[in-house]
């Protein structure tokens, strides 16, 4: 067994191996998980468990944003069926975690405040135990699976006081897309990468470059640096694009129709300008392992920046008109407001940390590189509606100053980005870990492999599934006509749940 407490490795580094990291007893895996959260700078990216040689491995991944580092340890047990007490019962956002793990192996953790899977798999949707209130002056509301917009799946059931929601539940998992297995299952590449942009459609680009980003730390790939600006960049594509989408999208929650079409309009000009760049509109194609077919040429440069230049002022000065006018901000200004508290409790991240004032941003604390434009990332304080639509209007903003300063960069320097390396050789009996700040928040990618240099397990983790439990907790004592536009502030991800 290794004496150290954990392992401290750096986003995007060298993969390790997996007897490098530590092997711990689970009282003192207990007390470093604890030790490690009760600084609220710290949050868990990543808990889980796969079958290993004849026992259940669990790892355990907690990021330090004032480190810019992220400790990686470990337990494990012979038998899967082993109860363990659960880390949920102090520190709530260790919650989802252990539901997944228990979901996917059957291992219970005693006193977990509620010990059920996350997505009910199996067949078992019928049966699913929802929260109950009793009382004559309550009723419950059912919202989907099926919903009136051509949406994934998912289930919402209210408990209401009149009007008032006492309580809200989301029931997931519909699809039961086994995501992960399919990267064990099927060894090509290019279908990994291919599957890697589909986890969640409207974040492709973050969703490829966190699977690209592990493949090339377990290959021992270098990333050139014409082609890490290139990610860079593509990135906040994706962040502006999705952005500008959901400040339209609030518009027609709140009928402030003119925002709405506005703001539609100038979206479809950011995708169109990703289209012109790889010939998909949402970025599918153009992040490879090593390199790219889709390198940035000068004329696509030009065509670019003069479409940012003119949707970002069309964006800026209709957002300054639907963030100043009163009927809108009636309907924004109070309205599913989660605490700094709450976000810090169940592990938010990106926008919904960033909404009430915690600065939880994978481009700052943990960068795939040093290039940066912005010292900070952007901060509101008050957790409401106005909060999440005021950081999609600052952050379209920040995101076009970083564009430009980064395509200089990249003109800077000569020749053009390598082709993609698809005859990768993985080490090894090795770990690799990736995160990426998407538009939503940290996405983050887990992969191991065997001893014969090809993938064993492998974990994907979107931001949303930290974030649904802020929804619920945002509608509580809310009107319940208040749901759509806080589910809109929001815009969390089905698929990017349901793995």
Known sequence: MNESKYISIFNFSKS???????????????????????DTANHCVNYFAFPFENRMKFICCIARDSQGDITVFSHEQ????????????SLPQMHIFEQEIYENFGVVFEDHPWMKPVRFPNGKMDDYPFYKIEGDELHEVGVGPVHAGVIEPGH?????????VLHLEIHLGYQHRGIEKLYIENRSPVYRMTLSENIAGDTAIGHGWAHAAVIESLSGITVHEKLLLERLISLELERIAIHIGDTS???????YQFGQVVNEALRTTIINTTQLWCGNRFGKGLIRPGGTHYPMTNNFISAMQETLKDSGNR??????RIFTLPTVLARFDGIGTVTNKQVTDIGAVGMAARMAGLARDIRFSHPATEISSSPFPVIQNT????????????????SLKMIAEWVEMHQKISGASPKPDFNYKMTPGSFAISLVEGWRGEICHCALTDNDGELMHYKVKDPSLHNWFALA???????????PVCNKSFNLSYCGNDL
């Open 249 to 255: 999208a609030l518009c027609t929650d709140v009928a």
């Open 78 to 89: 012979k038998n899967a069926g082993t109860a363990l007490p659960s880390l949920t019962t």
């Open 16 to 38: 390790v191996k997996i007897d490098e990291i530590p092997v711990l007893t689970y009282d003192d895996f207990s007390s470093q998980v604890k030790e490690l959260l009760s």
């Open 473 to 483: 907790l945002a509608v509580r004592n809310q009107e319940i006509s208040d749901f």
């Open 383 to 398: 957790g409401d509606v106005l909060a999440r639509g005021m950081i999609r209007n600052l952050e379209v903003r920040e």
């Open 156 to 164: 919402f059931r209210f408990i209401c006081n009149g009007e008032k």
């Open 315 to 320: 964006y800026t000065t209709m957002a300054d």
